[in-house]
């Protein structure tokens, strides 16, 4: 499985970004699991936000983003979008998605040992 993200950049606090999770390479029929996850400089990899295939799949969000950003997966497509509102410069981060065969329970933390694949990661900045 192939992860290509898209849709970082820099932007005020306050603004908006959207970033997609194109994957590819997908040889089974399997529900999978689409997780974004991101590292500040010095900081350690925080689980974001995960997303499954399945229609009764659970949705996770971290509580430091939770009302702000939006997860969705486009199954016909195989892409995860993100759509982060209300940024601040504490979202400040190398943005990875990450896949996993099969639906993720929901859990207090996400866990980046649960996922197989990852991306190359984006750069998101949020000025102040």
């Known amino acids: 499985v192939q992860l290509v993200e898209s849709g970082g950049g820099s932007v005020q606090g306050g603004g908006s970004l959207t970033l997609s999770c194109a994957a590819s390479?997908?040889?089974?029929?399997?529900?999978?699991?689409i997780a974004w996850f991101r590292q500040a400089l010095g900081k350690e990899r925080e689980g974001v936000s995960c997303?499954?295939?399945?229609?009764?799949?659970?949705?996770h969000y971290s509580n430091s983003v939770k009302g702000r950003f939006t997860i969705s997966m486009d199954s016909a497509k195989n892409t995860a979008t993100l759509q982060m509102n209300s940024l601040r410069p504490e979202d400040t981060a190398v943005y990875y998605c990450?896949?996993?065969?099969?639906?993720?329970?929901?859990?207090?933390?996400?866990?980046?040992?649960?996922?197989?694949?990852w991306g190359q990661g984006t750069q998101v900045i949020v000025t102040s």
């Open positions: 990450a896949f996993v065969r099969g639906v993720v329970v929901e859990t207090a933390r996400l866990s980046d040992a649960l996922f197989d694949y």
């Open positions: 390479g997908i040889t089974f029929q399997d529900d999978y699991s």
């Open positions: 997303i499954s295939t399945s229609a009764d799949g659970p949705v």
